[in-house]
């Protein structure tokens, strides 16, 4: 069965140097039932290489196919990092199709992890061209598609024929000609890396003096512990006074006070420079893509 599978797909493949999807993703399959992983492998990174070379538009559902093999492959290998890479992917081509069953459950809860963290928050449309394709998904007209930012397979015909390329959409995207057009250029950014250099290096401060006051509070704290607060006189009043009692626990609530706003500030202080500092290092700039922040993208 799997080698018919894979002679009907060898009767479309084009000529040349960039085989049919069909028959690389055929091929994992078959190296992937045979526990032949390393090979499986090898053949999907063909596969994604290829995309933008590929003679006719490609189906949406071969290209969740090949991203949920190697999703699998990755599982198998026990390689979380290509795992989730790869099932971002196929989130990223259509947020509301799940694996097949069979596809095992972790992959399933990979699926369901990546659906509920990404958005469709982007969008693409075409203009001066004949047809356009994204995904496989075609476009109508210049009525933008809504997309998940992150890398998609963009096809469109003109004159010249078909044309294929890999785009990492972040916005907004227009097929224009014989081009993929991003966003128009807004003039420069501010600079994320130093808002970042100010948050890590005055949130690092704010810790450091912290972590000075609460040192000066414990010492303090040992030092009111170990005084018995015998002196002869305190403000006013001398020992044997009427007052002397009173003015002695005025002085002890007092010091206990102000080591107890020492202990407070210091808290207060550690605690900012922690919040500064972790938002430095989580500072990410022109990330546009996953939530997340992430924009994640691996091995095109």
Same mark, same amino acid.
């Given at each position: 069965?799997? *080698?018919?599978?894979?002679?009907?797909?060898?009767?479309? &493949?084009?000529?040349?140097?960039?085989?049919?999807?069909?028959?690389?993703?055929a091929?994992?399959?078959? #190296? %992937?039932?045979?526990?032949?992983?390393?090979?499986?492998?090898?053949? +999907?990174? $063909?596969?994604? &290489?290829?995309?933008?070379? $590929?003679?006719?538009?490609?189906?949406?559902? #071969?290209?969740?196919?090949?991203?949920?093999?190697?999703? *699998?492959?990755?599982?198998?290998?026990?390689?979380r990092?290509?795992a989730?890479?790869?099932?971002?992917?196929?989130?990223?081509?259509?947020?509301?199709?799940?694996?097949?069953?069979?596809?095992?459950? &972790?992959?399933?809860? +990979?699926?369901?992890?990546?659906?509920?963290?990404l958005?469709?928050?982007?969008?693409?449309?075409?203009?001066?061209?004949?047809?356009?394709?994204?995904?496989?998904?075609?476009l109508?007209? =210049?009525?933008?598609?809504?997309?998940?930012?992150?890398?998609? +397979?963009v096809?469109?015909?003109?004159?010249?024929?078909?044309?294929?390329?890999?785009?990492?959409?972040?916005?907004?995207?227009?097929?224009?000609?014989?081009?993929?057009?991003?966003p128009?250029?807004?003039?420069?950014?501010?600079?994320?890396?130093?808002?970042?250099?100010? %948050?890590?290096?005055?949130g690092?401060?704010?810790?450091?003096?912290?972590?000075? *006051?609460?040192?000066?509070?414990?010492a303090?704290? =040992?030092? %009111?512990?170990?005084d018995?607060?015998?002196?002869?006189?305190?403000?006013?009043c001398?020992?044997?006074?009427s007052?002397?009692?009173?003015?002695?626990?005025?002085?002890?609530?007092?010091?206990a006070?102000r080591?107890?706003?020492?202990?407070?500030?210091?808290?207060? +202080?550690?605690?900012?420079?922690?919040?500064?500092?972790?938002?430095?290092l989580?500072?990410?700039?022109?990330?546009?893509?996953i939530?997340?922040?992430?924009?994640?993208?691996r091995?095109?």
């Amino acid at each position: 069965m799997l *080698l018919g599978l894979i002679g009907a797909a060898m009767a479309d &493949e084009p000529e040349g140097d960039c085989p049919a999807l069909g028959v690389l993703i055929a091929s994992a399959w078959a #190296s %992937f039932d045979d526990a032949e992983l390393a090979n499986a492998d090898k053949v +999907l990174h $063909q596969g994604r &290489e290829v995309l933008a070379c $590929q003679p006719a538009v490609v189906p949406t559902e #071969s290209l969740l196919e090949m991203f949920r093999l190697d999703g *699998l492959v990755a599982l198998s290998q026990a390689n979380r990092e290509d795992a989730v890479y790869a099932t971002i992917r196929a989130v990223t081509i259509d947020p509301d199709s799940v694996p097949p069953a069979n596809y095992g459950p &972790e992959l399933a809860e +990979l699926t369901a992890t990546w659906v509920a963290r990404l958005a469709r928050s982007g969008q693409i449309s075409a203009v001066r061209v004949e047809q356009a394709w994204v995904d496989g998904r075609l476009l109508h007209g =210049s009525d933008p598609l809504a997309i998940v930012p992150g890398e998609h +397979l963009v096809q469109w015909t003109d004159p010249d024929g078909l044309h294929s390329q890999v785009v990492d959409v972040k916005q907004t995207y227009e097929v224009q000609g014989s081009a993929v057009i991003g966003p128009p250029d807004v003039g420069p950014q501010p600079d994320s890396h130093k808002g970042r250099v100010a %948050f890590i290096g005055g949130g690092t401060a704010l810790a450091a003096g912290g972590a000075g *006051l609460l040192v000066w509070s414990s010492a303090q704290e =040992s030092a %009111f512990r170990a005084d018995p607060f015998d002196a002869l006189q305190y403000g006013d009043c001398a020992f044997g006074d009427s007052c002397y009692a009173y003015a002695r626990e005025e002085a002890i609530r007092g010091e206990a006070n102000r080591i107890r706003l020492g202990y407070l500030a210091s808290y207060g +202080l550690v605690g900012l420079g922690v919040v500064g500092a972790g938002a430095g290092l989580f500072l990410v700039s022109d990330s546009g893509g996953i939530p997340s922040g992430l924009g994640y993208s691996r091995r095109w």
